[in-house]
């Protein structure tokens, strides 16, 4: 394995890792557009339900509506996910979006999904990418076996 091309996602790494006192690392940006997200989702009326549900049970059944939340967050994730695959497979253009593939949009549409739910539940996804980024350049190749 060419070693300078090793070194390229960690030189990436270091500088996503790289931010000020003000906050301008990946993971603040992140962050950031985590709460854009969130705030743009309640505003077209995507947590009115949700907000309701906290409104009227959150007292007695606290854990039990957080799991259900992130629960329902997490099955719009993967029906963004289906709809990916099901562009890829048939080769689609977006309808909405027609300058992109429609691969290419129900993506963003996972990751804005997941920014959603990270500026609800104020999770620093951000910081556990550049993380996850790390870990994962240490470690063996195929990650020590996996099939793919």
């Not at 290419?104 to 959603?116: G, P």
Request: charged share 25%.
């Amino acid at each position: 394995m060419d070693t300078q091309l090793h070194k390229v996602p960690l030189m990436a790494l270091d500088a996503a890792r790289a931010g000020d006192e003000e906050g301008s690392s990946f993971g603040a940006f992140f962050r950031s557009l985590s709460e854009a997200a969130h705030a743009n989702a309640c505003a077209k009326g995507f947590w009115d339900a949700r907000k309701e549900l906290l409104k009227t049970c959150l007292a007695k059944h606290d854990d039990l509506v957080m799991k259900l939340i992130t629960s329902q967050n997490i099955a719009l994730m993967h029906s963004e996910l289906s709809e990916a695959l099901e562009g890829d497979r048939k080769n689609l253009m977006d309808d909405h979006l027609p300058q992109f593939d429609m691969l290419t949009v129900e993506l963003a549409d996972v990751v804005i999904r997941i920014m959603d739910h990270a500026g609800w539940a104020s999770l620093p996804v951000g910081e556990a990418i550049i993380a996850k980024m790390g870990y994962n350049a240490n470690r063996e190749h195929m990650h020590g076996g996996k099939a793919f």
